[in-house]
């Protein structure tokens, strides 16, 4: 059974940090790319950070870069997004996503239910 489960929104100040995790199963982490995108109020979702498996690489939205960085434990199956520095326009529904291959790829094929991240003073 296909899931992505993610946790660890919530409210933080600007310039705070908080991490995010998704739980995968029936997904293996070693072989297909995964990644993070994210979704603000009255805007288009946008990919904030990818792990590609055919690379090896990562890549991020030049708007989070530096501040915002993907991890993955394969032991556990779990994606993380650790943020740091966040900033207002951070505020979103973040969702994890994968991808049948092993390619980060415009559109990914499945979804997570998604979790809030909201930055304000």
């Known amino acids: 059974h296909l899931q992505f489960v993610e946790s660890g929104g919530g409210w933080v100040k600007p310039g705070g940090s908080l991490r995010l995790s998704c739980a995968v199963s029936?997904?293996?982490?070693?072989?297909?790319?995964i990644g993070w995108f994210r979704q603000a109020p009255g805007k288009e979702r946008e990919g904030v950070s990818c792990?590609?498996?055919?690379?090896?690489?990562?890549y991020y939205a030049d708007s989070v870069k530096g501040r915002f960085t993907i991890s993955r434990d394969n032991a556990k199956n779990t994606v993380y997004l650790q943020m740091n520095s966040l900033k207002p326009e951070d505020t979103a529904v973040y969702y994890c996503?994968?991808?049948?291959?092993?390619?980060?790829?415009?559109?990914?094929?499945?979804w997570g239910q998604g979790t809030q991240v909201t930055v304000s003073s």
């Open positions: 996503a994968g991808y049948r291959g092993p390619m980060c790829v415009m559109t990914p094929d499945y």
């Open positions: 029936g997904f293996t982490l070693d072989d297909y790319a």
């Open positions: 792990f590609s498996v055919y690379t090896g690489k990562t």
